[in-house]
T-cell receptor, first 113, second 114 residues
């Protein structure tokens, strides 16, 4: 699986958009980008995933660059409950390391009032 | 129901004890996972079960013994643990293992080995 690089921490003002970057310069053609988050003392929570097109769901939007070497997770209107560690993960589909999520260090996002 | 439940929430055990962690899901998922998470570190995969068969064992010591009695239940049996095994143990499930379905995580069991 391709390795990902994320900033260790970010602050965001409540009500503003939070843009979380992720670099995955070694990504290959069949590797998907997944985002999870982990609120303190809870299990990780799936947010969104994509291959090459931009994706949006009720939680967030995922923008993947045309060369697929980086992506941005956008939380459109951050709330205090969005304070969490956000993980960007690259996963092959289908995969022989199957079902296996390899979490990196992630980005600690703190949303402030 | 999109919930994965784990019991107990907290567990304190001595190094000579035997205990078990339990995980349950009723989403019809056929893949289930155990992860270990140390403080301020990301989760690390321990085991994967697919259709009630052990598919992946990430070189976990034998003092951790997983069991999948049916498609809804996953257990982790603990015996002769060491203090360094103290961690948050997370269970997850996904529709199956070889497609791009997301994993649903439980809240975890916080284990302290004394």
């Amino acid at each position: 699986d391709a390795k990902t690089t994320q900033p260790p921490s970010m602050d965001c003002a409540e009500g503003r958009a939070a843009n979380l970057p992720c670099n995955h310069s070694t990504i290959s053609g069949n590797e998907y980008v997944y985002w999870y988050r982990q609120i303190h003392s809870q299990g990780p929570q799936y947010i969104i995933h994509g291959l090459k097109n931009n994706e949006t769901n009720e939680m967030a939007s995922l923008i993947i660059t045309e060369d697929r070497k980086s992506s941005t997770l956008i939380l459109p209107h951050a709330t205090l409950r969005d304070t969490a560690v956000y993980y960007c993960i690259v996963r092959v589909e289908p995969t022989d390391s199957w079902g296996k999520l390899q979490f990196g260090a992630g980005t600690q996002v703190v949303v402030t009032p | 129901d999109t919930e994965v439940t784990q019991t107990p929430k907290h567990l304190v055990m001595g190094m000579t004890n035997k205990k078990s962690l339990k995980c349950e899901q009723h989403m019809g998922h056929r893949a289930m996972y155990w992860y270990k998470q140390k403080a301020k570190k990301p989760p690390e995969l321990m085991f994967v079960y697919s259709y009630e068969k052990l598919s992946i064992n990430e070189s976990v010591p034998s003092r951790f013994s997983p069991e999948c009695p049916n498609s809804s239940l996953l257990n982790l049996h603990l015996h002769a643990l060491q203090p360094e095994d103290s961690a948050l143990y997370l269970c997850a499930s996904s529709q199956d293992g070889d497609s791009f379905y997301e994993q649903y995580f439980g809240p975890g069991t916080r284990l302290t080995v004394t």
